[in-house]
Each structure stands twice: as C-alpha cells, then as structure tokens.
C-alpha cells in the first residue's frame, strides 16, 4: 500500500462553495496506533505501527505487516513499535522496523526481520509524546470548531445516512452521537477523490455495532476499500469511548478506547486503548484546511533541528579549538 509521506510545509486554503479546498493532503500519523497511556491486545494484527506513551501488552500477533517493502521514512529512525513504558510483546512477528521499550521491565521476545533491531532504556525514547499529544488535541478541537458541510439523516429505524459529496474536504458535525451508534447501519456517500470529518459530540460514546459502509463498501481488512483513507472520525469530547468495526480513522485524543472485537481500518489515536480489535494500515491521508504542521511532522522537524544544533555545536567547539592552538 502506498502512503504519502508527510508534508513539510502544509499549504492555504480556501473555502469552497459547500465544502473546504485544501491546497495538499494530509497524512494523520503514521502509526496505525498511537496512544498517551497504555495499549493492550492479544490474538490481533496490526498492519501499520504501534507507539504508546506508556506500555504496550501484545502477544500472538503480527506487527508492521503490511508495512513490507515500503519506506520507513515517515516513522522517527525507522521504530515501527514503540513502548514509553514496558513493551511486553511476545509469541510472534515485528515484519519491518525497529521496536523500543522504555520501562525497566520490559519483556520482548517478537521475531524480529533481518536487518531491525530491539532496543531499550537507557536509549533516548524516539518519540517525543507530549508534542504529538499536544498536537493532536489541537487538531480534535479545530475540528470539531469547522462549520458543516454534509448531512447525515437517520430514517427513524436503524440506518443513518451521511452525504459527502462537495469537492476537496466535507465537515460533519452531529447533533447526537446516536446518530452513528448502537444499533445504527451507517451508510456515508463519499465523493471521488473527497474527505470527510464527522464530528461526534458526547463524552462516553460508542461506534455503531450494526456497520460502516462507504459507497456501499464495509471493512475487509487489508482488502477494505481505499475510500477508508478519506474518513475520519472525531471524538473531540470523549473521555470513553468503545469501538466495534470501523472502516476510516478514529481520532479520540482524550478518550479511552475499548475494542469490543471486529477491526478499525485506519488510525486509532487516543489516550488509551484496550482491545481486542484487529488494527488495518489505512490511515488518513485526506485533505484538511489547516495551516498546522501535521502531528508527526512536528516531531521530525524537531528530531532534524535537534540534529542541525548538535552538528552546530560540534563545529562550534572544533574552531574553538583550533583557534586556542594557533591563537599567540
């Protein structure tokens, strides 16, 4: 699966007659899971990566797999698996990358690929969480402040229905989390080559346990329509939240996250997450109007600032000293 590596410089951009035009695209995270406390699953694939602030429990699972072949440029040193705190992973594959575990009792025993490597604390961490957290409450928030410009409509039974047909980005902001809940079908019209931002109010929320369908098409794994690269879920005031199958991007930067089976075929952001619940490498690479680098870039523009400083200091101090030595 081709992905779109992070934008540097993020373009502006214009609103369009019943939608936002944006200027690029913009690519949510490269992680398939990215959470500020603890992840745990078992028995469950992750097709993209994994980084958590605080542990990660996994085991009988594969890890990065359908991260094969691809460029690792996007993750920060090529760490498709990362733990701020104890990584307890094991009974199965990391298929690409480098994992890292910062707690001092970590328990790593995954197959790793030729070539990548574990490594632990004392290593630095290669994340800088507080940026990416900060970033994207921000991001949940500015979402959730766009004015609408889609519908979703529920027939008074059991099928909302959610029209996105305006070019560039469509917004959706709902009245009621019900409308895309418990026991609800949901069906989102998406036009060729649009986004869409569904803003879901309520603090303790759940996906719907009936079905996502874009364009008539549900999750399938890593078969699942491309579409699902385009739709992105937004939690902004969740503190709970619990996911059955989504086809699209969950981001819930405050909320924690129960998967009660089935699969998230996208990005999965949040504070915690519990599974279990199969992770699918779609994530959001839609168009979004804003002027803000995305989350990850920040931390790649600080890791190459960090670097550029070092390389500063090192030429610094070599020209002090040469000139102490021919100094009279």
């Not at 085991?59 to 094969?68: G, I, M, N, P």
């Not at 004392?122 to 949940?140: C, E, G, R, Y």
């Not at 004015?147 to 469509?170: E, H, K, Y």
């Not at 969950?250 to 915690?272: K, Y």
């Amino acid at each position: 699966m081709t992905r779109i590596l992070f934008a540097i410089t993020i373009l502006g951009t214009a609103i369009a007659a019943n939608g936002y035009a944006s200027g690029t695209a913009f690519t949510l995270a490269p992680y398939n899971g990215l959470v500020f406390g603890n992840f745990s699953d078992t028995d469950d694939d992750f097709g993209g990566g994994v980084a958590a602030e605080g542990s990660i429990t996994i085991s009988s699972t594969a890890v990065a797999d359908s991260l094969l072949g691809e460029s690792l440029s996007q993750f920060t040193n090529g760490y498709t698996l990362v733990a701020g705190g104890n990584l307890d992973a094991t009974s199965g594959t990391l298929s690409t990358g480098d994992a890292y575990g910062g707690g001092s009792a970590n328990d790593f025993s995954l197959t790793v690929q030729s070539g990548y490597q574990y490594t632990h604390a004392p290593v630095a961490d290669p994340l800088n969480f507080a940026v990416l957290q900060s970033q994207d409450d921000s991001l949940s928030s500015t979402l959730a402040s766009l004015a609408t410009t889609g519908t979703c409509t529920f027939d008074g039974s059991a099928t909302t229905t959610c029209i996105a047909n305006a070019a560039g980005l469509n917004v959706i902001t709902l009245s009621s989390a019900s409308l895309i809940g418990a026991n609800r079908t949901v069906n989102i019209t998406l036009a060729a080559g649009s986004s869409v931002v569904i803003n879901v109010p309520g603090t303790s929320d759940t996906t719907t346990n009936y079905g996502i369908y874009i364009n008539g098409n549900t999750v399938n794994g890593d078969a699942t329509t491309a579409a699902a690269h385009n739709v992105l879920f937004n939690y902004y005031q969740a503190t709970a939240l619990t996911t059955y199958s989504v086809v699209g991007s969950v981001l819930a930067p405050f909320a924690a996250v129960t998967g009660n089976s089935g699969q998230i075929d996208g990005n999965l952001i949040a504070t915690s997450f519990s599974g279990p619940t199969e992770l699918h490498n779609f994530g959001f690479e839609g168009t979004l109007p804003s002027s803000t680098p995305e989350p990850m870039s920040m931390v790649l523009i600080g890791s190459g600032l960090l670097a550029i400083g070092l390389i500063g200091c090192r030429r610094m101090k070599a020209l002090r000293s040469t000139l102490a030595v021919v100094r009279p």
